[in-house]
């Protein structure tokens, strides 16, 4: 039966190997939050959502029985009426079970790898690492546009400063520049649990193919190892160059996830 948890017993929930462990990195993070909500079936399966208009991440290290997920669609059916839920992140086979159960339309999400490095394979290039303060916040917003074409998720030509300006802000945020401008882009977002979380992996159009993103990723993730963190990130499934990028440097591959959105 499915059960609200407490959030200590949530962040002491078991896996069994270090790719488990990664996948699971988010998760934890979102025990954390304030407004957290855990429930699971006692053995392994979670769910967690935290925040308004946050999706639910679902977690699970076994086959799960029709009765366990018809209880897990008619729970998000209640949540998705009584909490504001927006969607659903998960395992592919589970998240196809989901959407054919819930009486709803939904719009899928885009696959995602998960990946993790400890120590990378360095490489360098024309250019220099540049703190993200230092940078120019309309070039910024250019690239993270850039951006948000490949992940299907546009930013509007007005939000463009906005959105760049907020990187800027970001403490774990570098650019790769040349002649004093940013072509790539890279942000820590978060560290916990000897992890840092990497996301905003960007090289403008024009400029890729000479090894900037590269030179970028591996000196950051360096810098990460050095500290006592491996490095994690999703990276769209279906994007060849990224996913060929973190290879390259040395990241190896650490679950598949997938989702959708109720529209």
Not at 7 to 16: D, G, H, I, Q, R
Not at 170 to 178: K, L, N, R
Request: with cysteine.
């Amino acid at each position: 039966m499915i059960r609200m948890i407490k959030k200590e017993e949530a962040l002491a929930f078991p896996f069994s190997n270090d790719a488990e462990a990664v996948t699971f990195q988010m998760m934890q993070r979102l025990f954390t939050a304030p407004d957290a909500l855990c429930l699971s079936d006692g053995k392994d399966v979670l769910y967690v959502r935290a925040g308004s208009g946050f999706p639910a991440w679902i977690y699970t290290r076994r086959g799960i029985s029709a009765e366990t997920l018809s209880e897990l669609a008619a729970s998000l059916c209640v949540l998705k009426d009584a909490k504001n839920l927006d969607g659903v992140i998960g395992r592919a086979s589970l998240i196809r079970y989901l959407e054919l159960a819930l009486p709803y339309p939904t719009q899928r999400r885009l696959p995602l790898t998960a990946y993790v490095i400890g120590e990378p394979k360095r490489f360098s290039a024309e250019g220099e690492r540049v703190p993200a303060k230092n940078l120019d916040p309309a070039v910024c917003g250019a690239l993270m546009a850039q951006l948000g074409e490949q992940a299907h998720e546009p930013v509007p030509e007005a939000a463009k400063l906005a959105v760049g300006t907020n990187f800027c802000q970001s403490t774990g945020a570098y650019g790769w520049c040349i002649n004093g401008s940013a072509v790539s882009l890279i942000n820590v977002a978060h560290r916990a649990n000897g992890v840092a979380h990497v996301n905003s992996v960007v090289t403008d159009a024009a400029h890729r193919g000479h090894g900037y993103a590269k030179a970028l990723v591996s000196s950051v993730c360096a810098d990460e190892f050095a500290r006592g963190c491996r490095t994690m990130l999703y990276a769209d499934t279906s994007y060849a160059a990224s996913n060929a990028l973190y290879r390259a440097v040395g990241f190896r591959e650490a679950g598949r996830l997938i989702g959708f959105d109720f529209v």
